[in-house]
């Protein structure tokens, strides 16, 4: 009568975990699905590290996101790739020239804007 619960409880275990798994896995690719070129006409910093970015062409319109700015998160980046994205960025700007902005156009705000995850 113990081998049947605890091949029960395994089992349930091991259902737990794959599903844990395929969550955790969705998450990691869910975060960056489209991309938009436009001509960045505002980029503003602040002391929080967050980096707003503003397109001639920017979206009106997001499900869940403020959609007046980018926003580019430096809690979820590295330094180094923060960095890369902000000389990127600073250069786009300067010259005027469009800039491709990967971004998640269905949810996973950044300080409420729409949450930029690459920048090239």
Same mark, same amino acid.
Request: charged share 10%; proline share 6%; hydrophobic share 35%.
């Given at each position: 009568? #113990? !081998?049947?619960?605890?091949?029960?409880?395994?089992? /349930?275990?091991?259902?737990?975990?794959?599903?844990?798994?395929?969550? %955790?896995? &969705?998450?990691?690719?869910? #975060?960056?699905?489209?991309?938009? %070129?436009?001509?960045? $006409?505002?980029? &503003?910093?602040? @002391?929080?590290?967050?980096?707003? *970015?503003?397109?001639?062409? =920017? @979206?009106? %319109? +997001?499900?869940?996101? #403020?959609?007046? &700015?980018?926003? !580019? $998160? @430096?809690?979820?980046? $590295?330094? #180094?790739?923060?960095?890369?994205?902000?000389?990127?960025?600073?250069?786009?700007?300067? !010259?005027?020239? @469009? *800039?491709? *902005?990967?971004? $998640?156009? =269905?949810?996973?705000?950044?300080?409420? &804007?729409? +949450?930029? /995850?690459? !920048?090239?």
């Amino acid at each position: 009568m #113990n !081998i049947p619960t605890r091949r029960r409880t395994r089992t /349930w275990i091991g259902v737990g975990l794959s599903l844990a798994s395929l969550g %955790s896995s &969705y998450s990691a690719f869910a #975060n960056y699905d489209t991309n938009l %070129s436009g001509v960045a $006409d505002g980029v &503003y910093t602040y @002391p929080s590290g967050v980096l707003l *970015i503003h397109l001639t062409n =920017q @979206p009106t %319109s +997001h499900p869940s996101c #403020n959609p007046t &700015y980018f926003a !580019i $998160d @430096p809690a979820t980046l $590295d330094a #180094n790739a923060m960095s890369r994205m902000y000389a990127r960025l600073l250069t786009s700007y300067a !010259i005027k020239e @469009p *800039i491709n *902005i990967g971004y $998640d156009s =269905q949810g996973d705000c950044a300080a409420g &804007y729409i +949450h930029v /995850w690459r !920048i090239g």
